[in-house]
């Protein structure tokens, strides 16, 4: 059997992994690249093996970087069952037509303004596409034997993270695999924590916080200063923040905040997100994932005014008063949160506010650095605004967290895979796995292919 790494490797985004056993191929997660331009430019390269080859995919999670490629390779011949939770399948329903509606509507205004390379400028893929991607999806309930090839088992256990979100582990040949995907946090004040790790031969193990300690400052005291302040000088909050779980995580602090007065309750709260409402229902059907009652669910949905169109959309950025916008996408790549940033960085009042993690290269990390302009659709924007982050809002388990993860594994793996993460963050945790708990332990190359023995 091998493992083939397509993704994931030096970055936190891409995740795609290739198991070969015989003739049969499965993919465990189907991502797309994100940030750097070199990456993203991989997302239009020739996949590395037949997509009609794949016997099947396993999905950990909705989040792009993990599904967002599924399009491409049902576009390029994959015919088989994509395995996934039931709420991975809900909430891939509106983040794909989303994403490819997104893609056409940046080839669309490239064209218009005529600033792309390429003409015309084409999507990745379209909302059609993502459509045709959806019909592959098969749910399979968490904890649960499946079949995703011939001699081949798995299994599905939440992991925290975001709705949906699970670890994959493969049997075959007498040998146990187990991918992470995205751990959760043990004490996330929304998602349930992740399952405890089972005994594996193989893991592979993501590392986004592989070298940080999430801070113990509380994250609702951190947004209550940043949108008072901003309303104190007149200022508009912008928010930049994934559609689906960032968003409700965001609106249910707000609407704390607002209840117990530590930000005024007249300020305006705008959920740019025509998803917002089919996420919030999501919220309610899979609650026995979460910690929210239903009462908490329904008033996630009456904490913000939700802005459907994009005259609405538009209507925003002509308004100059104090108010705080929340938009997709989290890390400035794309989607409404762009123009709202054109209408105000500029603006020493306003405050630009990160809520998740910024992978290099992206607009986000680049904001976060402090540079003083930013291009947006083929111009420059000057930056004004404060810039800043709340530390503790992460949906990801930080260095420490993944180490209590590991540790409670029954037996030591043969042999660790760290991934998902920026070449520091992977090398610290294969740091501490080496040293702490002394399981060999190793961080992969892209397009590297190991013998599992
Ligand atoms: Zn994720």
């Known amino acids: 059997m091998t493992l083939k790494f397509l993704g994931a490797t030096g970055t936190v985004t891409g995740s795609k992994y290739l198991l070969r056993h015989g003739d049969d191929q499965v993919l465990v997660d189907c991502g797309l690249f994100q940030g750097y331009k070199q990456l993203r430019l991989r997302n239009w390269d020739a996949f590395p093996v037949l997509p009609a080859a794949i016997r099947s995919v396993v999905l950990t ?12 390779l049902v576009g390029a011949g994959f015919r088989g069952p994509v395995y996934c939770t039931e709420a991975t399948r809900d909430l891939s329903h509106i983040l794909l037509p989303d994403s490819g509606r997104l893609l056409e509507e940046e080839a669309l205004y490239a064209n218009r303004h005529n600033f792309s390379k390429h003409k015309p400028a084409l999507p990745l893929y379209s909302e ?50 187990l991918f992470s995907g995205d751990l959760g946090r043990p004490h996330d004040p929304i998602m349930r924590p992740p399952t405890p790790l089972g005994a594996c031969d193989y ?7 592989g070298d940080r300690r999430h801070e113990p400052a509380d994250p609702r005291g951190q947004l209550a200063a940043v949108i008072s302040k901003t309303a104190a000088r007149g200022g508009v909050t912008v928010i930049p923040s994934f559609a689906v779980g960032r968003a409700q995580e965001l609106l249910h602090e707000i609407g704390q905040l607002k209840r117990a007065g530590a930000i005024p309750a007249a300020l305006p709260v705008y959920l740019n997100s025509p998803m917002a409402v089919d996420a919030t229902r999501l ?27 994009v005259e609405e959309s538009m209507a925003l950025n002509r308004r100059q008063t104090p108010m705080v916008i929340i938009a997709a996408s ?45 291009k947006i659709h083929g111009e420059y924007y000057p ?38 993460g920026e070449p520091a963050a992977a090398d610290a945790l294969r740091r501490r796995i080496s040293e702490q708990l002394g399981w060999p332990c190793r961080v992969p190359e892209y397009l590297e292919e190991v013998v599992l023995e």
């Open 283 to 309: 919220y309610i059907k899979h609650h026995e994932q979460h910690r929210l009652d239903e009462r908490a669910c329904r008033e996630l949905g009456q904490v913000a005014h939700i802005v459907n169109s």
């Open 203 to 209: 893991l592979v193990v993501e590392s986004t916080y």
């Open 383 to 420: 930056v004004r605004a404060r810039v800043e982050m709340i530390g503790n809002l992460s949906a990801h388990a930080d260095g420490d967290e993944t180490m209590d993860w590991l540790s409670h594994a029954p037996a030591a793996p043969r042999q660790v895979f760290v991934t998902h």
């Open 330 to 374: 989290g890390m400035a790549t794309g989607g409404r949160v762009l123009h709202h940033l054109k209408a105000f960085a500029g603006d020493a009042r306003n405050t630009i506010l990160f809520a998740g993690f910024q992978a290099a290269g992206t607009r986000g990390a680049r904001l976060l650095a402090g540079e003083t302009s930013v």
């Open 61 to 72: 999670h909705a989040h792009l970087d993990h599904s967002g490629f599924l399009p491409v």
């Open 128 to 177: 059609a596409d993502a459509l045709r991607a959806l019909e592959h999806l098969v749910v399979v309930p968490v904890g649960h034997e499946f079949s995703p090839a011939p001699g081949m088992t798995a299994r599905l256990q939440l992991a925290g993270h975001i709705l949906g979100a699970a670890s994959v582990s493969l049997r075959c040949g007498g040998r146990t695999i």
